[in-house]
């Protein structure tokens, strides 16, 4: 019996191979195993595919994206190919381009006669080999059963021979596309339901990473490569602990649950080439070294136009309209997510950190119910409650003569008022949908912003807010007169403990339930947030450094631990000379103590002289040396207590070495993704301490 040539699928009922590509040069590629058989069964529908993030088209024969601003692919499905050859490769491969349906349908009557031919009880190829199919989509070419020898190959060859056939090019056709395998699809089959979406808006320089000609990877190009990684980690850790389950006979575990990852872009909102201001600075750029220049206008150009009220503005409601349509979108893709109790979630890199700090202050600006509806002119503002004095948040340009005072300084107009929000032309009504179950600032900026903010101020004064209301709660002396004397026999209730420790961590909080900020300690970009929330008189050497980060808090490489340790045992007692003159500070801090007791009250006498008892501003308590041996636990993390944390560095690391590529490896950092993984595990909240 003779050989088959091309043959890599010899079952009777061929099943159709779904392919794409993007232009027309492009290489068609097969789709998912799992979308093809999708769309078998589609009966021409339109199919979601990729996981819910495409869907395919069968009758269009496109393939458009659900998440992401990409332009639509081209859909066809083959059961037959052509092996054209690659002039790219050295190893002689071909590629694998399909026959339309109308061609593919008539050569395969013709394959299936000639097996029958060729078969025990078949009358012999001699008849078929002078059959022929004509291509519709080619009509100079023709299809033919060709026999060389022991071997028959189906081939494609010119309808009209010349010098019978000498010299003429004959190429041979493939029955189905073979077995390939996907990058992913293996892993992405092996998780259970969608139980996290995590929305990430992305920072300076998008619109150069964008460019075809520059190698250094998009965003959407990273959070695709960061699925891949996710699913196959937690995939591997399942198939573990399956293994493990088995030898100690128990049931197995349930299957590792699936994140999403959605891009939040932009740049090309703000960026549009018909924008008056980019059709400015294009005119204004100076010819000369144009890749300079293209960083200049394409990277640091955008922290300038956010720096600008009305940029700002347009930036927030773009990403902010950008979230709400992915979000309504997502969730007409998996109705059934929120009834599961899927979380959402908000990352930002960069810029993209302080875009959702803003994102999420508005959100708390319009949450607050007892915020003042105010009129258009009126600043945009958090209250704090009725009786301490307000405490600004966002702020508008408009009216700023009308602005509060905060306790301690002498008015709006003086340098000093502060805000954590951002400042816009007038106030925004629009918010995200949602309370994002994790907040992740990636390489974020947020402190430099926060200080230029003056925000440092604010965050004090809510403090000292939080301790005026405390202290109000506790009795004076009169009040503890006549307060019930308790005896342990006694019938009476004891009396109230009171915590007077004074309150260390401003009470600020965003509305999410967890804060990370996280950085590597070599990113020039990267800046603390939890100094911030401490007094204005700490000392930088009590600010308590920045956790590691690990997935579950606890795991640090051994050099780390050893770092971590030196270092403790430095702040606690500084240097050796340190050691030795502990005893004298010791014995002449009672006199001191005296001394500045007396200074400080004589200071503060001359100040009610000077400007009135009434007027003065109240001098600032000194905070140095109260955090040290103190657990610090800062409102803003949510249901963790700290908010900044550092990347574990390697044993031998280099700090300038670093710099080059820390702001840029975030998304592909391992610390990162096993943290990440850790978070959104299903049951992430419930189980965290």
């Not at 799992?34 to 595919?49: F, H, P, Q, T």
């Not at 890749?291 to 150009?301: E, G, K, P, Q, T």
């Not at 925000?455 to 506790?474: G, K, P, Q, T, Y």
Request: net charge negative.
């Amino acid at each position: 019996m003779p050989t088959w040539e091309g043959i890599e699928d010899a079952s009777t009922m061929l099943p159709r191979i779904w392919l794409s590509r993007l232009k027309e040069t492009d290489v068609w590629k097969p789709l998912r195993k799992i979308d093809c058989k999708a769309l078998n069964e589609s009966r021409s529908e339109d199919v979601l595919i990729e996981g819910g993030r495409a869907t395919a088209h069968p009758t269009d024969g496109t393939i458009t994206w659900n998440f992401v601003n990409r332009p639509p692919m081209k859909l066809m499905p083959a059961t037959w190919f052509m092996q054209t050859p690659n002039p790219k490769s050295k190893n002689k491969e071909f590629t694998l381009e399909p026959l339309p349906e109308n061609d593919s349908l008539q050569i395969e009557l013709l394959y299936q006669n000639a097996v029958r031919a060729s078969s025990s009880l078949g009358e012999g190829l001699d008849s078929v080999l002078q059959e022929e199919v004509m291509l519709e989509s080619d009509p100079t070419h023709k299809v033919c059963v060709v026999r060389n020898g022991g071997l028959i190959a189906m081939r494609k060859k010119p309808k009209k021979s010349v010098l019978f056939g000498l010299g003429e090019i004959q190429i041979t056709l493939q029955r189905g596309y073979g077995q390939y395998t996907i990058e992913g699809e293996d892993d992405d089959a092996s998780l259970g339901d969608l139980t996290h979406v995590i929305f990430v808006i992305h920072g300076i320089g998008e619109a150069m990473w964008c460019k075809e000609e520059v190698s250094t990877m998009s965003m959407r190009d990273e959070l695709d490569q960061l699925r891949m990684t996710v699913n196959k980690r937690k995939v591997m850790a399942w198939r573990d602990e399956c293994k493990k389950c088995e030898r100690q006979k128990q049931p197995l575990p349930p299957l590792p649950n699936r994140v999403e990852f959605i891009p939040i872009i932009w740049f090309d909102k703000v960026r549009s080439p018909t924008h008056s201001l980019m059709s400015s600075l294009t005119s204004v750029t100076l010819r000369t070294v144009p890749a300079l220049r293209s960083i200049a206008n394409d990277v640091i150009f955008d922290v300038l136009m956010y720096l600008t009220p009305e940029f700002c503005e347009a930036i927030l409601q773009c990403v902010t309209s950008e979230i709400t349509e992915l979000y309504n979108k997502f969730q007409t893709v998996h109705p059934s997510f929120k009834e599961r109790g899927g979380k959402v979630s908000l990352v930002g890199h960069s810029l993209g950190s302080v875009i959702a700090w803003d994102v999420l202050s508005i959100y708390k600006d319009i949450a607050e119910k007892s915020a003042p509806k105010g009129s258009a002119d009126d600043p945009i503002r958090i209250d704090a409650p009725a009786s301490p004095p307000r405490v600004p948040s966002l702020e508008t340009l408009d009216n700023d003569h009308d602005r509060n005072a905060l306790p301690g300084f002498k008015g709006a107009d003086d340098g000093k008022h502060g805000t954590w929000g951002p400042t816009l032309p007038k106030k925004m009504t629009e918010t995200i949908p949602f309370e994002p179950d994790l907040t992740i600032f990636l390489g974020s900026p947020i402190g430099l912003f926060l200080t230029l903010r003056g925000a440092h101020s604010v965050f004090d004064e809510m403090r000292a807010i939080a301790e005026a209301e405390r202290a109000s709660l506790i009795p004076c002396d009169d009040e503890e007169a006549d307060m019930v004397s308790w005896s342990p026999g006694g019938q009476s209730a004891p009396p109230p403990v009171f915590d007077l420790s004074p309150i260390i961590c401003s009470p600020f909080s965003l509305p999410t339930k967890a804060c990370f900020n996280v950085f590597h300690p070599s990113d020039p970009v990267a800046y603390r947030i939890e100094p911030l929330l401490l007094p204005e008189g700490v000392s930088n050497n009590d600010i308590p450094p920045p956790m590691f980060l690990s997935p579950d808090g606890k795991t640090l490489r051994l050099h780390v631990k050893a770092r971590q340790v030196g270092d403790q045992i430095f702040r606690q007692f500084g240097s050796i000379s340190n050691l030795f003159e502990s005893t004298a500070q010791n014995a002449a801090a009672a006199a001191a103590h005296a001394d500045a007791e007396a200074a400080r009250k004589m200071a503060n006498l001359e100040t009610e002289n000077k400007n009135g008892s009434a007027q003065s501003s109240p001098l600032r308590p000194n905070f140095e040396k109260c955090i040290r041996d103190r657990e610090v636990s800062f409102r803003l993390g949510g249901r963790t207590s700290r908010v900044d944390f550092q990347i574990q560095p390697g044993v031998i690391d280099n700090e300038y070495l670093s710099a080059v590529t820390a702001h840029s490896g975030y998304f592909s950092n391992d610390d990162i993704i096993d943290f990440i993984i850790f978070e959104t595990r299903a049951g992430a909240e419930d189980n965290a301490e």
